[in-house]
């Protein structure tokens, strides 16, 4: 049969049409948000077939919903009250023990500023509640009794407490844990392009799909000015890349014109008053999560100087005077206006 060239190459446009067509991206990102963790989870994810997207997303909203069990100060069944409940500590989770490890290392590094045995001084504060009033001086000492980086020690699997009432509070690292675990989930379900953020604990997952609103691949993410509200204070760029903020704009009351927010200094059980806000980019959120309370509580100076400590993190710090400070090599993530 003699060689048809038109039709054959008419065959071939169309094979290298539908191949480059299956190689680009899909332009549907999928995005869906649950309340897990006392905040919003919002999942994207895109660049595949939207069913197995679908249930991609749903395992990783499975994944943070069952550490939220384990590590939650609220369930009476998780790893964190059991631990909270006994006199000495006791055997916990593998993860729970992960995250005890890098919660540690992180205080010891800070120099105590990160805690994570402010369980007490949690429920006495109660920001979960309609009116939360300030303590006074008694209350607070009180609740610091024994708390402190060596309250609490890990050995393989099993926490031990140095006093029989301290309680454990890991709401300055649990969710940044819970977002890495359900990028984790994400990747084993072939994701390939996703972001997660818990309220601020965010991952960068890939490349972002290119469509005609977001010609740009990489995840350029506008972090929240902490005096305006709904301004950008600046624009960062990544790809693999946890983007991390605590703020005192999150969780706060006032009290006779002054703010009291949720991030507390161990020292003395108040809020702590050096920084607005502490973006920390790194390779985990768990790390980012510890580092942006631990740097909120030490202020610029001491918490570029704890910063330097770890390779691959990079941080920016809006001090209390509104002032910004940045780590040496912030501004390979900026994105120029
Ligand atoms: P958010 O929860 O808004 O993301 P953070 O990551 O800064 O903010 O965590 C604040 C939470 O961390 C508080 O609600 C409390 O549970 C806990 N926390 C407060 N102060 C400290 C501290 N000095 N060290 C460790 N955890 C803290
Ligand atoms: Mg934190």
Same mark, same amino acid.
């Given at each position: 049969?003699?060689?048809?060239?038109?039709?054959?190459?008419?065959?071939?446009?169309?094979?290298?049409?539908? #191949?480059?067509?299956?190689?680009?991206?899909?332009?549907?990102?999928?995005?869906?948000?649950?309340?897990?963790?006392?905040?919003? =989870?919002?999942?994207?994810?895109?660049?595949?077939?939207?069913? @197995?997207?679908?249930?991609?997303? !749903?395992?990783?909203?499975?994944?943070?919903?069952?550490? *939220?069990?384990?590590?939650?100060?609220?369930?009476?069944? %998780?790893?964190?009250?059991?631990?909270?409940?006994?006199?000495?500590?006791?055997?916990?989770? &593998?993860?729970?023990?992960?995250?005890?490890?890098?919660?540690?290392? =992180? &205080?010891?590094?800070?120099?105590?500023?990160?805690?994570?045995?402010?369980?007490?001084?949690?429920?006495?504060?109660?920001?979960?509640? @309609?009116?939360?009033?300030?303590? !006074?001086?008694?209350?607070? %000492?009180?609740?610091? &009794?024994? #708390?402190?980086? #060596?309250?609490?020690?890990?050995?393989?699997?099993?926490?031990?407490?140095?006093?029989?009432?301290?309680?454990? *509070?890991?709401?300055?690292?649990?969710?940044?844990?819970?977002?890495?675990?359900?990028?984790?989930?994400?990747?084993?379900?072939?994701?390939?392009?996703?972001? =997660?953020?818990?309220?601020?604990?965010?991952?960068?997952?890939?490349?972002?799909?290119?469509?005609?609103?977001?010609?740009?691949?990489?995840?350029?993410?506008?972090?929240?000015?902490?005096?305006?509200? *709904?301004?950008?204070?600046?624009?960062?760029?990544?790809?693999?890349?946890?983007?991390?903020? %605590?703020?005192?704009?999150?969780?706060?009351?006032?009290?006779?014109?002054?703010?009291?927010?949720?991030?507390? !200094?161990?020292?003395?059980?108040?809020?702590?008053?050096?920084?607005?806000?502490?973006?920390?980019?790194? !390779?985990?959120?768990?790390?980012?999560?510890?580092?942006? #309370?631990? =740097?909120?509580?030490?202020?610029?100076?001491?918490?570029?100087?704890?910063?330097?400590?770890?390779?691959?993190? @990079?941080?920016?710090?809006? &001090?209390?005077?509104?002032?910004?400070?940045? %780590?040496?090599?912030?501004?390979?993530?900026?994105?120029?206006?």
């Amino acid at each position: 049969m003699p060689w048809n060239r038109p039709l054959i190459i008419g065959l071939l446009v169309v094979l290298l049409a539908l #191949t480059w067509w299956r190689l680009q991206p899909g332009d549907e990102e999928i995005r869906h948000s649950r309340l897990i963790m006392g905040t919003i =989870v919002e999942i994207m994810a895109g660049g595949q077939d939207p069913d @197995e997207l679908e249930d991609a997303i !749903d395992a990783a909203f499975a994944e943070i919903e069952r550490l *939220d069990k384990l590590l939650s100060r609220h369930n009476p069944g %998780s790893d964190v009250s059991r631990l909270s409940q006994s006199d000495k500590g006791g055997k916990v989770a &593998a993860e729970t023990a992960e995250v005890v490890a890098l919660g540690l290392d =992180v &205080a010891q590094q800070s120099g105590g500023a990160f805690d994570l045995t402010l369980g007490r001084l949690k429920s006495l504060w109660g920001f979960e509640k @309609e009116t939360p009033t300030v303590p !006074d001086q008694d209350a607070l %000492s009180v609740a610091l &009794a024994g #708390t402190g980086p #060596t309250a609490l020690s890990l050995d393989g699997q099993q926490v031990s407490k140095q006093a029989p009432h301290l309680q454990i *509070d890991l709401g300055g690292i649990a969710k940044g844990y819970a977002v890495d675990r359900a990028i984790a989930v994400l990747k084993l379900h072939g994701v390939t392009s996703a972001a =997660v953020n818990a309220g601020g604990d965010m991952y960068l997952l890939g490349q972002r799909p290119q469509t005609p609103k977001h010609p740009k691949r990489f995840w350029r993410i506008g972090l929240q000015h902490p005096r305006q509200k *709904d301004a950008v204070l600046e624009t960062v760029q990544v790809r693999d890349r946890a983007v991390v903020t %605590s703020g005192d704009y999150e969780r706060f009351f006032e009290q006779e014109g002054i703010r009291y927010h949720h991030i507390f !200094d161990p020292q003395n059980g108040l809020p702590a008053r050096h920084c607005q806000s502490v973006t920390i980019i790194a !390779d985990s959120v768990a790390l980012g999560d510890a580092l942006a #309370t631990a =740097v909120f509580v030490l202020g610029p100076k001491a918490g570029l100087q704890l910063l330097t400590q770890y390779p691959q993190v @990079e941080g920016l710090i809006v &001090a209390v005077d509104g002032t910004l400070h940045t %780590s040496p090599d912030w501004t390979r993530y900026q994105v120029t206006p």
